[in-house]
T-cell receptor, first 119, second 109 residues
């Protein structure tokens, strides 16, 4: 199947600093990527849809100025958590739709996830 | 809007069979997915149903009834490594699947 790589896997930062998380599609081009957040024992909550070459589409309740998304190329989307606070501590996961051979319509391929801890 | 409901937690014995149910109400329907997620890891794809009936893949099977808004994931010959969260996701009118809260399955010896 398609491979999506996410980096870093773990990050600890001080309150008030910014953190960037990268999501790469390694063997296919992804015009659309998705960013999810998952709190302990909760489901994946879609934060935003990242579109290559255009502005991201944010879900209701997600602050676009706090969670900056950049999708500058067909293989890379980044999520920057600006002025992070302890309540932003969570598991952030990116995913991409792969429409190539073997994939099911709408099947998502996920990155490994990034666990952010804000002190 | 979309509403997806599945049990929060289930326990089962190694070697047994377990069925995890998922009910949904969506505006439009374009497929239902099951994903497995181990703690601290990203979800991995298990199955996809778009037509009514049973899809079997090894120890795992998934069933769909569109008229009832109902699906289940059946796990046979349970192994300890099957302890994980199982996420039901539905693709309604949008091309983006919406996830349920997940069912935490605990397999004990």
């Amino acid at each position: 199947g398609a491979v999506v790589s996410q980096h870093p896997s773990w990050v600890i930062c001080k309150s008030g600093t910014s953190v960037k998380i990268e999501c790469r599609s390694l063997d296919f081009q992804a015009t659309t990527m998705f960013w999810y957040r998952q709190f302990p024992k909760q489901s994946l909550m879609l934060m935003a849809t990242s579109n290559e070459g255009s502005k991201a589409t944010y879900e209701q309740g997600v602050e676009k100025d706090k969670f900056l998304i950049n999708h500058a190329s067909l293989t890379l989307s980044t999520l920057t958590v600006t002025s992070a606070h302890p309540e932003d501590s969570s598991f952030y996961i990116c995913s991409a739709l792969y429409g190539g051979a073997g994939a099911k319509p709408g099947e998502l391929f996920f990155g490994e996830g990034s666990r952010l801890t804000v002190l | 809007g979309q509403n997806i409901d599945q049990p929060t937690e289930m326990t089962a014995t190694e070697g047994a069979i377990v069925q995890i149910n998922c009910t949904y109400q969506t505006s439009g329907f374009n497929g239902l997915f099951w994903y497995q997620q181990h703690a601290g890891e990203a979800p991995t794809f298990l199955s996809y149903n778009v037509l009514d009936g049973l899809e079997e893949k090894g120890r795992f099977s998934s069933f769909l009834s569109r008229s009832k808004g109902y699906s289940y994931l059946l796990l046979k010959e349970l192994q300890m490594k099957d302890s994980a969260s199982y996420l039901c996701a539905v693709k309604g009118g949008s091309y983006i699947p919406t996830f349920g809260r997940g069912t935490s399955l605990i397999v004990h010896p």
